[in-house]
């Protein structure tokens, strides 16, 4: 049974902010959040991972409800190469994926 | 750096062959994993080791045995396919133990089995 819960799609403008929601409401004081992503085919590539305080990195922001109940990956200006399938894992020892949400960004 | 690399890419297989997935990583990391991928489906651990000469089972590990030959190796091995196991199979890394650590995936192999 997945530690996360992610809508299965969503679709977003080019060059607009894309925000992508994640519910893990069972999380553990110590469990970290991940988040990759998976273009196509290809293996999952690391975006961002945070405890409780908001991350920002060169790909995307992170940002984590005060209650670590949920969180929401934002890619600030979307293009066509960040159409993929979004993981937001709750670290723990077998890693579960889940579905994730197919992010589909439009021109 | 390559990463992490996989072979092969592609391989098809009768039921009841064998064959083993190779994976290694040029990063010098302590933890390295085998996921295995179905179609339209998120990945599921199949096994992992957190150091060089352990290894522990994943979600899903029966069919499966795997050898973590050194440090920078982790094989894959089905001793007799099962259609079942037919799926895309990615391994991984991490500098540290299984938990609260950034994982660097492979490419894939792409397994059918007929």
């Known amino acids: 049974d997945a530690k996360t819960t992610q809508p299965t799609s969503m679709d977003c403008a080019e060059g607009r902010a894309a925000n992508l929601p994640c519910n893990h409401s069972?999380?553990?004081?110590?469990?970290?959040v991940y988040w990759y992503r998976q273009i196509h085919s290809q293996g999952p590539q690391y975006i961002i991972h945070?405890?409780?305080n908001n991350e920002t990195n060169e790909m995307a922001s992170l940002i984590i409800t005060e209650d670590r109940k949920s969180s929401t990956l934002i890619l600030p200006h979307a293009t066509l190469r960040d159409t993929a399938v979004y993981y937001c894992?709750?670290?723990?020892?077998?890693?579960?994926f889940g579905a994730g949400t197919r992010l589909t960004v439009k021109p | 750096n390559a990463g992490v690399t996989q072979t092969p890419k592609f391989q098809v297989l009768k039921t009841g062959q064998s064959m083993t997935l190779q994976c290694a990583q040029d990063?010098?990391?302590?933890?390295m994993y085998w996921y295995r991928q179905d179609p339209g489906m998120g990945l599921r651990l199949i096994y992992y080791?957190?150091?060089?000469?352990?290894?522990d089972k994943g979600e899903v590990p029966n069919g499966y045995n795997v050898s973590r030959l050194n440090k920078r190796e982790f094989s894959l091995r089905l001793e007799s396919a099962a259609p079942s196991q037919t799926s895309v199979y990615f391994c991984?890394?991490?500098?540290?133990?299984?938990?609260?650590?950034?994982?660097?995936f492979g490419p894939g192999t792409r397994l059918l089995v007929l």
């Open positions: 894992i709750v670290n723990n020892n077998d890693m579960r």
């Open positions: 069972t999380i553990s004081g110590n469990e970290y």
């Open positions: 945070g405890l409780k």
């Open positions: 990063m010098n990391h302590n933890s």
């Open positions: 080791s957190a150091s060089e000469g352990t290894t």
């Open positions: 991984a890394s991490a500098r540290q133990g299984i938990t609260q650590e950034t994982q660097y």
